[in-house]
């Protein structure tokens, strides 16, 4: 059996079983490609997991490529993303295909209300999780609290993510030199951020097929942390900019991408099939995830100094600390917008519960339990 095929037929397997989020599925590479199949070695590996924080993208996604193109060169760069990707986004373009043509149905529109805040739990939970790596320090906190008041404020998530990847790598190591450069640089933040706050109400812009495609590259090529951040690329660029999706379609979107298996940014799929159809789906789904394999093959060999270097790191520290800022300011909206009646404050509440108390459970079971109880409460609300 050639190398290719190797690639291949694992990680359509991975693409058809991997639930539970990037850790989930970086861990079951791990266990298949260095355990059991020993095509690297654990140290090799966690160079890999290392270099997938360092640049934009999808860290599980990445990581496959990644170990593709290490086993098969070029063709296993391919075949591992592809296979990867196509199971969860066939299955998401079928739910889809099913909410376009039936979410008006009372019975499915009462599991979507239950589905909502039980997204909201697990990206809270997310959001803890990170934050444990993420805050390496006060001056971290300090920058992720201000991306937090800039997105609150109306900024694009990419401007807000950026300005504080670089106001925060500046801290960090010109501080180091001369302490009186920190006092300088969260001034320059909000100077800088001030100019760039939205100055009129959403304007709604036409979905022409070029421009969905050009979002979703766009998205792409800058996301960077855990897929979780794309909700608030999302919520910043197709809720308050272009005014494509509304918030509730949005946690719509967000759930299936949940419940679904392989990357959590098969949601493209499922919003790109809600403002353009198939093609829509293709284009988006094409978008977001065509950076991932440019930066695989332009940086995998480059992943040793992409690490050793002190600037870079402090990049990554800081863009991932503003990833979670826009994350936490996108959860507040989100539940505003979500979380109007008893019905979905006790489902957001259990669902918060279980996330943070039994954290190995999937987050596709979270999204399940939700949707139930959300049928249950609508629909015998009269016992209530």
Request: aromatic share 12%; glycine share 10%; with cysteine.
């Amino acid at each position: 059996m050639s190398r290719a095929i190797e690639v291949a037929k694992l990680f359509f397997k991975l693409g058809v079983i991997a639930f539970g989020g990037p850790a989930a599925h970086i861990a079951m590479m791990q266990r298949e490609v260095v355990q059991e199949r020993k095509w690297m070695s654990e140290q090799h590996f966690l160079d890999l997991v290392g270099a997938t924080n360092l640049i934009p993208g999808p860290n599980s996604t990445e990581m496959a490529i990644h170990c593709g193109y290490h086993h098969a060169g070029l063709k296993g760069l391919l075949l591992a993303g592809l296979t990867f990707i196509l199971p969860a986004t066939v299955i998401t373009g079928g739910f889809a295909w099913g909410y376009a043509t039936y979410h008006t149905v009372p019975q499915l529109a009462a599991f979507v209300f239950g589905m909502k805040p039980a997204v909201i739990s697990i990206i809270l939970m997310a959001v803890f999780q990170m934050s444990k790596k993420a805050l390496k320090g006060w001056q971290l906190g300090v920058i992720g609290f201000a991306v937090i008041v800039m997105s609150l404020s109306g900024i694009n998530e990419i401007a807000a993510i950026l300005i504080g990847g670089v106001a925060g790598m500046l801290w960090l190591k010109l501080g180091e030199k001369s302490p009186g450069t920190k006092a300088l640089v969260l001034p320059f933040l909000f100077k800088k951020s001030a100019l760039l706050v939205p100055t009129g109400a959403v304007v709604v812009s036409a979905a022409s097929l070029s421009h969905l495609f050009w979002v979703f590259l766009k998205i792409g090529a800058v996301l960077f942390g855990s897929g979780y951040v794309l909700v608030a690329y999302l919520d910043g660029e197709l809720v308050n900019h272009l005014g494509w999706l509304t918030e509730g379609e949005l946690l719509d979107a967000i759930a299936i991408g949940q419940f679904t298996p392989g990357p959590v940014l098969s949601t493209a799929t499922f919003i790109g099939y809600q403002i353009q159809g198939v093609w829509g789906a293709i284009l988006a789904t094409v978008g977001i995830f065509l950076p991932s394999f440019f930066f695989v093959a332009a940086l995998n060999p480059l992943i040793p100094k992409l690490r050793q270097s002190k600037w870079a790191s402090a990049f990554l520290d800081a863009v991932n600390v503003s990833a979670l800022g826009l994350m936490v300011a996108v959860t507040i909206k989100l539940g505003m917008a979500v979380l109007f009646d008893w019905k979905a404050l006790v489902i957001a509440v259990l669902s918060v519960f279980v996330s943070f108390r039994y954290k190995k459970v999937s987050s596709a079971w979270v999204i399940i339990g939700g949707a139930v109880l959300g049928f249950l409460l609508t629909t015998s609300g009269q016992f209530f």
